[in-house]
């Protein structure tokens, strides 16, 4: 890690001899070694990704301004965390914080104070108050069986005093071994391991045994969004250009919920002139890269842009043939690839929160010597550069005076008309969308030729203030929404727990509109339904008394959303959960969900996108990454919930069976009928099989 310490540059210092003081310098790609304050940024504009620690599907845009000390972490824009990433740009900043200090370590500690708090299993919980209840119950029936024959000690038939003693204690004991199901231990732990089996079949891969049967008792499964409800690959679902007229935007749905390039733009016969130039944007005007290594795809670089240039893979081209779902790693990447070769990338303007845009200088091709030594100019593209822009709508619209149509004819874009896009775009934002305009500046003047920092005009791409100036006289080509969509299995999944009388409450940390759109989305919340007094924010919910808190988390049976919520939030709701009577299942990916998976009555972990950390503190792995796959376990887990309730009742019958022919020939004074070997035998050979095998009892028909 180069660090500054004491005015001296130590280039190489290990992250882990890092101490609060400390000046450190980060750049893109890095993992950031501990929380810090950043001083200056080294580029227009710096982003972090930070979905494992807040739940954030966005990268968030970094700032060194002053923010308010009771800030939550998502709101301190002017601070990077230990352990995440530099998505964009880099910058010095001074450590504040190191090791358990830290934001993650703080996680590390609450999962640690979540260990304390570990309760037995419900039904645990009862077989033990059982026990304490049997316990006291035969204690006393012993005593009165030896109190009842007192007078029978001294009976010639024992041999005397003593060996009457002797002999009515023997029964007592006889009478605590018929009592006690010896059996029920091995045949409850035979039962969960069986059930075990039957989980990892439907991808549920069961950590600790007892988990098997709290699923079958779970009363409510809270759920992070980001990587859970969602398939945290931000994706293209909308796209909107001018159609006949400049403020007649036509709109197309894009299917798929991932970076694959599978999916297809909905209703879009053929790719005119117009359209085709918002592909080249959506391409140009991006650095990520896809790419499908070991049998995914995956991006490097935004989440937004991987999302523009799946969405161009989508779309297609006419001079390119589309490759077959048998060759992923061209399909990823071909039409972008066509792109970048017709349109040589010379220069970037990177993003700033003033312009909010970013913008590429694309399409010159340097000259190239023949073998006469004489220079041509390059045939790809124009063979002079374009500016290709996207960004904020607002603000790259206001610099739009053309308007590109679907037919490729352009024409001038009036006040009244920029106005109607932008409240198309209001209505694309309020689903909610984040939209990005696309557009291109044909004439770029002086930078036509642009090829890099030996060009007269270079001196025009070494400010960045003046970027915007640039990025004038545009031409506007589209619209694209974007988010982390919902993953397709969710929806049903969680109407089969409302018809399981099990309510699904979201937690996350993402912002409130976005909750609550993917809420109504997957089934949380009805399309048109009212959710007063159903989604809080944490710091909203959390000024609340306690008292109001357990009320409003309990009152009624109805799903709730939780958004803006920090590890400790989702900690604590958990928690209040749990001390309600509830049994809380909680499902999550991140380091961020570790301290509430472990506060859980039972956690459940992401097994593909989850973390390590999220893992390790789980009950339970889905393989598969699949929600529905946590209702299958709950159906699973309440079948075998149902059949130890049946074996255990047939144990204790068998046994109060025993305990009725002890009790009552020792108090009609006969021979006993059964000595404690006898008993034995009994509960663990003759009642063990006939137990065990109601545990294999198919589920009922109506079990959820």
């Known amino acids: 890690q180069r660090c500054y310490r004491d005015g001296v540059l130590n280039a190489e210092l290990p992250a882990a001899e890092l101490v609060p003081g400390d000046l450190v310098e980060v750049n893109v790609g ?50 990077m965390f230990a352990g995440t990433t530099l998505s964009g740009g880099g910058a ?69 005093f003593w060996m009457g003693l002797i002999y009515y204690l023997k029964i007592a004991v006889a009478l605590g071994v018929a009592a006690i199901p010896e059996g029920l231990p091995a045949v409850i732990t035979l039962c969960l391991a069986l059930g075990t089996r039957k989980m990892v079949k439907r991808n549920a891969i069961v950590r600790k045994l007892p988990s098997v049967e709290t699923l079958g008792c779970t009363t409510v499964i809270c759920s992070d969004k980001t990587g859970t409800l969602t398939t945290n690959q931000m994706t293209v679902v909308a796209m909107a250009y001018p159609g006949t007229k400049a403020d007649g935007l036509v709109e197309h749905t894009v299917t798929g919920t991932s970076y694959e390039p599978w999916g297809e733009v909905e209703s879009l016969a053929e790719l005119g002139p117009g359209v085709l130039d918002l592909a080249k944007v959506c391409s140009l005007s991006n650095q990520a890269v896809i790419q499908y290594k070991e049998g995914k795809f995956t991006r490097i670089g935004e989440p937004t842009e991987a999302a523009l240039k799946v969405l161009v893979e989508k779309m297609g081209n006419p001079n390119v043939s589309k490759p077959s779902k048998d060759q992923p790693e061209l399909a990823c990447s071909a039409v972008n690839d066509h792109f ?56 790259v619209l206001e610099r739009c005076t053309q308007v590109r149509l679907a037919s490729g004819e352009t024409v001038p874009l009036t006040p009244a008309q920029r106005k109607k896009i932008l409240d198309f775009n209001a209505k694309m934002a309020a689903r909610p969308l984040r939209c990005l305009a696309m557009a291109i500046r044909e004439d770029v003047e002086d930078l036509a030729t642009y090829d890099g920092p030996n060009h007269p005009a270079h001196k025009k791409l070494t400010d960045p203030d003046k970027f915007a100036e640039l990025e004038k006289d545009l031409v506007f080509v ?227």
């Open 92 to 160: 010095y900043g001074l450590i504040v914080a190191t090791g358990m200090s830290t934001e993650i370590g703080k996680i590390q500690a609450n999962v640690t104070a979540a260990k304390e708090d570990d309760e037995k299993t419900p039904l645990g919980q009862k077989i033990d108050a059982f026990g304490e209840m049997l316990a006291k119950v035969i204690a006393y029936i012993c005593l009165a069986v030896w109190v009842m024959n007192f007078r029978q000690f001294s009976d010639p038939v024992h041999g005397g």
């Open 30 to 79: 890095d993992k950031v070694p501990a929380d810090l304050r950043i001083l200056r940024l080294k580029t227009t504009s710096v982003r972090t990704d930070e979905g494992a620690l807040t739940g954030e599907s966005e990268t968030v845009l970094k700032q060194t301004e002053p923010v308010k000390e009771e800030s939550r972490i998502q709101d301190k824009k002017n601070m």
């Open 340 to 395: 970048a070769k017709e349109y040589p990338r010379n220069a970037i303007l990177e993003f700033s929160r003033d312009r909010k845009s970013m913008s590429t200088l694309c399409g010159y091709k340097p000259a190239a010597k023949t073998s006469t030594g004489r220079t041509t100019r390059g045939s790809v593209g124009s063979g002079s550069n374009q500016l290709f822009v996207k960004g904020a709508p607002e603000s």
């Open 478 to 704: 589209g619209i694209c929404g974007i988010k982390d969509p919902a993953r397709p299995e969710v929806a049903p999944a969680i109407a089969d727990c409302k018809t399981a009388g099990i309510r699904v409450i979201m937690i996350t940390g993402d912002t409130r509109p976005t909750a609550e759109a993917i809420a109504r989305e997957i089934g949380i919340f009805g399309p048109k339904e009212s959710i007063t007094g159903r989604s809080f924010t944490g710091h909203e919910f959390f000024e609340f008394p306690t008292e109001k808190q357990v009320e409003m988390l309990t009152k009624n049976r109805l799903s709730m959303v939780f958004s803006r919520t920090e590890p400790a939030d989702k900690q604590q709701l958990v928690k209040i959960l749990r001390q309600a009577g509830e049994v809380p299942a909680m499902t999550g990916d991140g380091v961020n969900d570790a301290p509430a998976l472990k506060q859980a009555a039972i956690g459940i972990a992401m097994g593909i996108a989850g973390t390590e950390v999220a893992k390790e503190a789980s009950d339970m792995v889905l393989a598969d990454d699949n929600f529905a796959t946590i209702v299958a376990a709950v159906e699973e887990g309440r079948s075998i919930y149902s059949n130890m309730k049946a074996f255990i009742r047939y144990l204790i019958s068998s046994n109060i069976g025993e305990v009725a022919s002890i009790f009552i020939t020792a108090l009609l004074g006969l021979p006993e009928g059964l000595i404690p070997v006898q008993l034995l035998w009994v509960n663990l050979v003759t009642d063990g099989p006939p137990a065990t095998a109601l545990g294999f009892n198919p589920a009922d028909p109506d079990v959820m």
